[in-house]
């Protein structure tokens, strides 16, 4: 079983930045792509950005390149996916989930069923 947990929502006002972090734990010694998607008031679940196991290819909506960025780190055999945020607009308010185990493709990634509870992220204007 995987477990995700994770951190660093908050309210910051626009133009702003925030960091968001996912902590993995569970089913150990197997590589995995790791991603963060979001959902806002009256929407639907979308993919903001995805790295696959080695880091070495990203995938992001156009929403929001050239603004986030997604990395990784290995600490103590398990994998943390952070999300660093620069120039948030209002429209960048959702709760952002992080999903990992999924499958990416050339230019996406498809979800699995491990999904972390959810961070809030608020951008005043």
């Known amino acids: 079983q995987v477990q995700l947990v994770e951190s660093g929502g908050g309210l910051v006002q626009a133009g702003g930045s925030l960091r968001l972090s996912c902590a993995r734990s569970?089913?150990?010694?197997?590589?995995?792509?790791m991603a963060w998607f979001r959902q806002g008031p009256g929407k639907e679940r979308e993919f903001v950005a995805a790295?696959?196991?080695?880091?070495?290819?990203?995938?992001?909506a156009d929403s929001v390149k050239g603004r986030f960025t997604i990395s990784r780190e290995r600490v103590n055999a398990e994998n943390t996916v952070y999300l660093q945020m620069n120039s948030l607009k209002p429209e960048d308010t959702a709760v952002y989930y992080c999903?990992?185990?999924?499958?990416?493709?050339?230019?996406?990634?498809?979800?699995?069923?491990?999904w972390g509870q959810g961070t809030q992220v608020t951008v005043s204007s």
């Open positions: 999903n990992s185990d999924g499958v990416t493709t050339n230019s996406a990634y498809v979800p699995s069923s491990y």
């Open positions: 790295i696959s196991w080695n880091g070495a290819r990203t995938y992001y």
């Open positions: 569970g089913r150990t010694f197997t590589t995995y792509a």
